[in-house]
């Protein structure tokens, strides 16, 4: 059973961020199981799945080595050149992880660029991007790649998070096992 | 929003009835759904029948609430108290859970019956059940999305899943008829404009469920019409027994407790 990787939008205007996997035999049964998964509670507005086998993905590590640069699937990274003219171009939408910080995501979406390989897509994104020596790890996914949810779909599949908050334990009217005047 | 008091008195006990009939359907297929707990093919749908299951159980509550506001019923006691013949649930619903197959079909069933019924609701002129017809109308249409998801997958599969869903269709389809059902007051509550003509309704589950199971190249078999008191909710198989010995001991093992 394929992999795929979910990016979830919490409003308009905020990036789509990577949340996690699903595994489903098909990019529909993928994005219905993605909006099970992630989300059952609030907040999101749009869904992205992608088989994780579409995804280059680089750290910081693999692109400061030249070496694991050029082990990777596609071309070698062309740093600070574009050699992209005359040759096929497609879309790519490019994530970057910039934090270590945060545990219930992992990339955020920065943007998406027109180049000839996932390799070239991310040298031309690490010249672009606003901080992009910070950054922890790349993914590009072709824009083809991603199977996203409608934006018809979003009352049917999102809103209704919006009243199924997480019930907090104490809410629950259990009785404690210690006596609250024993607790101190 | 309009209140109890806005029902008048001979249109109160039918749309008791019936509040109740649709809140424990709700309530057994949410326990059966629940039941796949750590037993689903994939853990993704794992979460995903738990989900299902909270939905349904939660549209439970809501129906319960209604019909609480109407004649002051608790809903706790309604759930945990009640013995089976009480219960007004379909027959389809209380079945096993079974295979993956008769679960998926049996919530498309489900699924579709409700998004007719609920669309319908939401124009009644009891205005809490119009209210609560359209908010829940709008998580049924992606539980009809899941569930029409498998539907397909399951009958262009492989050849043992197409022959779990025709196993399963032969189960499930036959029981349909008693879910959609008249009962007792219907023509009152729909002359009053409350919920909607079960015949037409009944037609439109049917044609909706035909053409999308016989687009998947399945054959149906005729459906005998609604026959007076075969189609009777409130007589129950053994299933119902097993789903409230489960679901009611704890509260009937204690039944003062006010904490647990």
Do not use: C
Not at chain 2, 87 to 110: K, S
């Amino acid at each position: 059973v394929t992999r795929w990787e979910v990016f979830k939008q919490d409003a308009a205007g905020k990036p789509h961020q990577a949340v996690g996997s699903v595994h489903a035999a098909d990019a529909e049964h993928a994005l219905v199981t993605a909006a099970h998964v992630f989300a059952r509670r609030p907040s999101a507005v749009s869904l992205w799945v992608v088989p994780a086998d579409a995804i280059y993905s680089r750290t910081a590590q693999e692109l400061a080595s030249r070496e694991a640069a050029d082990a990777g699937p596609a071309a070698p990274v062309a740093h600070g050149s574009n050699h992209d003219a005359g040759t096929h171009q497609q879309a790519f939408h490019v994530f970057r992880k910039a934090s270590h910080r945060r545990s219930m995501t992992f990339v955020d979406h920065v943007g998406t660029l027109d180049a000839s390989s996932p390799a070239a897509a991310l040298a031309r994104a690490v010249t672009h991007t606003p901080d992009a020596a910070g950054a922890l790890a790349w993914w590009v996914v072709p824009v083809a790649a991603v199977t996203a949810s409608a934006a018809a779909d979003a009352p049917a599949w999102f809103e209704p998070a919006k009243d199924k908050t997480y019930k907090q334990q104490a809410l629950y009217g259990a009785t404690p096992a210690v006596p609250s005047d024993r607790v101190r | 929003m309009a209140t109890a008091h806005a029902l008048s008195a001979n249109l109160q006990a039918p749309l008791v009835l019936r509040l109740t009939a649709m809140a424990d359907d709700e309530l057994i297929l949410g326990h059966r759904n629940a039941e796949w707990t750590g037993h689903a093919p994939l853990l993704e749908e794992d979460i995903a029948l738990a989900n299902l299951a909270q939905d349904e159980i939660g549209h439970a509550i809501t129906w319960y609430g209604l019909r609480s506001a109407i004649d002051g019923s608790d809903p706790d006691e309604l759930v945990y108290f009640r013995d089976a013949p009480s219960f007004l649930n379909a027959w389809l619903v209380e079945l096993p859970r079974g295979d993956w197959a008769f679960t998926m079909l049996r919530q498309y069933l489900f699924d579709a019956y409700e998004s007719e019924l609920l669309a319908r609701l939401a124009h009644s002129s009891y205005e809490p059940l119009a209210q609560a017809a359209v908010k829940i109308g709008r998580e049924e249409l992606f539980h009809l999305r899941h569930s029409s998801l498998w539907l397909e997958r399951l009958a262009h599969g492989t050849s043992e899943s197409r022959q779990r869903l025709v196993t399963a269709l032969a189960t499930a389809w036959p029981l349909l008829p008693q879910l959609l059902a008249p009962m007792a007051g219907a023509a009152d509550l729909q002359a009053a404009g409350i919920w909607p003509d079960p015949g037409e309704l009944r037609e439109a589950v049917i044609a909706r469920a035909r053409a999308a199971l016989e687009g998947l190249g399945l054959t149906l078999m005729p459906l005998s019409p609604a026959s007076g008191m075969s189609d009777h909710r409130g007589t129950h198989a053994a299933h119902l027994d097993e789903i409230l010995a489960n679901l009611q001991s704890v509260a009937r093992a204690d039944p003062e407790a006010v904490q647990w």
